[in-house]
């Protein structure tokens, strides 16, 4: 009686061990699967549907975009490192990028830390640049499925996407994107 209670128990065991096993290859295929999905995420072709509220308080679609002129989406923080010295960097290409209609989304909603960033690179000398946030519920993050900022999109006269970086570019290659349009 005790043999058959122990084979009962390491019969039970191994069916236990298989199902782990199976278990483990199942989530291991899920997390190799969605990574390598993650990578391969190309966004939709067309302008996004965004609502921006800019540093006037006015709230912006993208029926306030000139027709048959480029449009550069870039999706930043005030505070972020990476942003500020990507302005910094633009800075300069402010007057070649006249032509191209700079939409500056954020998902900060402290409307003052927006203006001082307005201000800090002098955009209202710049009226293709506009800056504003988007607030919750960061829309324009998942659409693009951002991870970090800043995220840049490219759309050349007709709406059409052109190009992303998912990180800041170099001023030499977001100014070949550019030219290209």
Known sequence: M???????????????LKLVKKLLLLFVSLIVYGCTNAQNFTPPSTIPPYKILNTDSVNITPANLKKNKPVMIIYFS??????????????????????VQVVMITFVIQLRAIQDF?????????????????????????????????YIAIYNKYGVLDKTFEK????????????KL
């Open 2 to 16: 005790a043999i058959r209670a122990i084979r009962g128990i390491e019969l039970l065991f191994n069916i236990y």
């Open 78 to 99: 005030p505070d972020c490192g990476h942003c500020q010295h990507l302005m910094n960097e633009m800075k300069p290409y402010f007057e070649k990028l006249k032509g």
């Open 118 to 150: 307005y201000k800090t690179y002098g955009l209202k000398n710049y009226p293709n640049f506009i800056v504003g946030t988007e607030g919750y519920p960061y829309a324009m993050q998942k659409f693009y499925q951002i991870k970090t900022t800043p």
């Open 168 to 179: 800041a570019p170099s001023m030499n290659d977001l100014m070949t994107e550019i030219k």
